[in-house]
């Protein structure tokens, strides 16, 4: 009897572990990522994004006195990396595009206003393409896009 309790209390401690273990070995290796990709777009330490928020495998991250933006996605095949000085930037919108005929948002985009030659560029931050179950992060990620417009909004206007 103390042998068949010792082995399900054994084989219990394996299934709670294992996926503990992976999880925070996967973690780690994400803030690890986040860190060094920080650093990369820092230039020198210039930039030092102190504001960071992480959702659905996205890290939105800004520095409001030396004024950038990083948007980091880990969600598409490759990750996708996009930084905006916000030092020559006049205006940021969010941009949502739906199907034809329909109110089904397919894509979200930060939308970036330039100060010199006018120029416009666009940041994709959501993708059904990008969504595995299809739309389930689509309310949570709106949110977080229009939080973050009116934080680079504000940090424009300072």
Same mark, same amino acid.
């Given at each position: 009897?103390?042998?068949?309790?010792?082995?399900?209390? /054994? #084989?219990?401690? /394996?299934?709670?572990?294992?996926? $503990?273990?992976?999880?925070?070995?996967?973690?780690?290796?994400?803030?690890?990522?986040?860190? *060094?990709?920080?650093?990369?777009?820092?230039?020198?330490?210039? &930039?030092?994004?102190? @504001?960071?928020?992480?959702?659905?495998?996205?890290? @939105? *991250? $800004? =520095?409001?006195?030396?004024?950038? &933006?990083? /948007?980091?996605?880990?969600?598409?095949?490759?990750?996708?990396?996009? &930084?905006?000085? @916000?030092?020559?930037? %006049?205006?940021?919108? $969010? #941009?949502?595009?739906?199907?034809?005929?329909? =109110?089904?948002?397919?894509?979200?985009?930060?939308?970036?206003?330039?100060?010199?030659?006018?120029?416009?560029?666009?940041?994709?931050?959501?993708?059904?393409?990008?969504?595995?179950?299809? %739309?389930?992060?689509?309310?949570?990620?709106?949110?977080? *896009?229009?939080?973050?417009?009116?934080?680079? %909004?504000?940090?424009l206007t300072v």
């Amino acid at each position: 009897m103390d042998t068949s309790v010792t082995i399900i209390g /054994l #084989v219990l401690t /394996l299934i709670i572990a294992i996926p $503990l273990i992976y999880s925070m070995r996967s973690s780690s290796i994400n803030k690890a990522k986040i860190k *060094a990709i920080k650093n990369k777009f820092s230039q020198n330490n210039h &930039f030092n994004f102190e @504001l960071t928020e992480t959702q659905n495998k996205k890290v @939105l *991250a $800004l =520095d409001e006195k030396n004024k950038g &933006f990083l /948007l980091i996605d880990f969600n598409a095949k490759e990750e996708v990396v996009s &930084f905006v000085d @916000l030092n020559t930037v %006049q205006s940021c919108k $969010l #941009v949502p595009t739906t199907e034809n005929n329909s =109110d089904t948002i397919v894509k979200i985009e930060f939308e970036f206003q330039y100060k010199e030659a006018k120029k416009i560029e666009s940041i994709s931050f959501y993708k059904i393409e990008n969504d595995q179950i299809g %739309q389930v992060c689509l309310y949570e990620d709106h949110q977080l *896009a229009k939080k973050w417009t009116k934080m680079i %909004q504000d940090c424009l206007t300072v």
